[in-house]
Structures are given as structure tokens and as C-alpha cells.
């Protein structure tokens, strides 16, 4: 079984650029969910893809959006990129039923730094 | 909304001393609590979870109950080792199913 894997591991991007980041979901897993993890803060939840819809989203500004694929692997894109985007951004993926989340697996997170 | 409040850091400890981290919750409906650890160098791993009150979750020595009355789960263990030295994020998935909050993280220190 492969766990979650995410690209590139690190990005420099300038103000106002755009980015796309990537993960790879665990094989048999149907959800994946985006974090931002600032510099010695907790995870931020950015939003939820389940079955390729957008299933749950956090207090991000629609600049940040994703796409999941029918293989379960997904994208998270941001757009006019702040310096305050400056941040690990993790993925995580989980089997979703009955509603409820199960275990979150967590890739090791691509580091963006905006200049 | 729903949110996760967590015992600042950093902490240090003796090993074989007694840990407490202190995690309170505020959620509607019925969340599901979890701790997860971020050891140095590594990605975030689940170490233990409890999905209704009362439950209590364990791993690797460490224990969690899930406290409705209190909105609590403080994480424990009873003998701490160097090993353990990492940071320790609580976090809760709603009740809805389809939103997820992280505490700041407690940073844990273990010396000799």
C-alpha cells in the first residue's frame, strides 16, 4: 500500500503568480482533504474533495481552489499569490462513509514561499 | 463555529515524568476527536482517536477520553520517554462530517 505523496516538495513563487500543488491519495481512499500549516501553527483545513465535488470548505477566499481526478489524486491551486501564502501546505486523504471522516493520512506537505 | 483550544508550549519533561496536554473543544452536533503527533523531520501521524463521548483512545502508551461534559480530550501518558520529544496536535472532525480543526500544537521535549 502506498501512502500519500505530494509535489514538488518545495516552490518559490512571486506575488501575484499562481500555483499548483499535488497529491497522490492513498490507494482505496475516496477523499482528499488540503491543509495550510503556517510556521509553528496547526494545520488550517482548506477544504474537502469527495467523489471529484468539493465536499466541505474552510475560511479560505476562492482564490484557493482544487480538482480531485478519478484516480483520487488532486490539485490545489492559488491564484494572486500573497505573501501571507507562504506556508506548508499538506494533503491528506481519508475514506469517507457514513459521513464521517475516517483516519486522515498525511503526505509530508509541499513548502510554498511567496517573495 | 467549531474550534479546538490546546495547551500552549513548549513543555519539557524528565524522561519516566507524567505528561498532560490539555485540549478543550467547542463543536455542534457530534464530533469525532483526534491527536495526531508530528515528530521531527516526519508528517503528521495519527496517534490515537475517539468518535463518541466516553470513548477513550490509546496508542503507544498514550490515552485520550472523550469528555462531553467537560468538552475535553487531554492527552496522557504515565511514563515519558526521549522517543516521545515531538509536537502533539489536537483536532476534531464535525459533527457534519466534512469540516476538520487543528489545535496550534503542544511542542514536547523529553531529556535524559
Known amino acids: 500500500e502506498t501512502g500519500v505523496t505530494q509535489s514538488p516538495t518545495h516552490l518559490i513563487k512571486t506575488r501575484g503568480q499562481q500555483v499548483t500543488l499535488r497529491c497522490s491519495s492513498q490507494?482505496?481512499?475516496?477523499?482528499v482533504s488540503w491543509y495550510q500549516q503556517a510556521l509553528g501553527q496547526g494545520p488550517q483545513f482548506i477544504f474537502q474533495y469527495y467523489r471529484e465535488e468539493e465536499n466541505g470548505r474552510g475560511n479560505f477566499p476562492p482564490r484557493f481552489s482544487g480538482l480531485q481526478f478519478p484516480n483520487y489524486s488532486s490539485e490545489l491551486n492559488v491564484n494572486a499569490l500573497e505573501l501571507d501564502d507562504s506556508a506548508l501546505y499538506l494533503c491528506?486523504?481519508?475514506?469517507?462513509?457514513?459521513?464521517?471522516?475516517?483516519?486522515?493520512?498525511f503526505g509530508p506537505g509541499t513548502r510554498l514561499t511567496v517573495l | 463555529g467549531d474550534s479546538v483550544t490546546q495547551m500552549e508550549g513548549p513543555v519539557t519533561l524528565s524522561e519516566e515524568a507524567f505528561l498532560t496536554i490539555n485540549c478543550t473543544y467547542t463543536a455542534t452536533g457530534y464530533p469525532s476527536l483526534f491527536w495526531y503527533v508530528q515528530y521531527p523531520g516526519e508528517g503528521l501521524q495519527l496517534l490515537l482517536k475517539?468518535?463518541?463521548?466516553?470513548d477513550k483512545g490509546s496508542n503507544k502508551g498514550f490515552e485520550a477520553t472523550y469528555r462531553k461534559e467537560t468538552t475535553s480530550f487531554h492527552l496522557e501518558k504515565g511514563s515519558v520517554q526521549v522517543s516521545d520529544s515531538a509536537v502533539y496536535f489536537c483536532a476534531l472532525s464535525s459533527g457534519t462530517g466534512n469540516q476538520f480543526y487543528f489545535g496550534t500544537g503542544t511542542s514536547l521535549t523529553v531529556i535524559p
Open positions: 491528506a486523504s481519508s475514506l469517507l462513509a457514513g459521513g464521517r471522516f475516517d483516519t486522515q493520512y
Open positions: 490507494s482505496g481512499h475516496n477523499t
Open positions: 475517539a468518535t463518541k463521548a466516553d
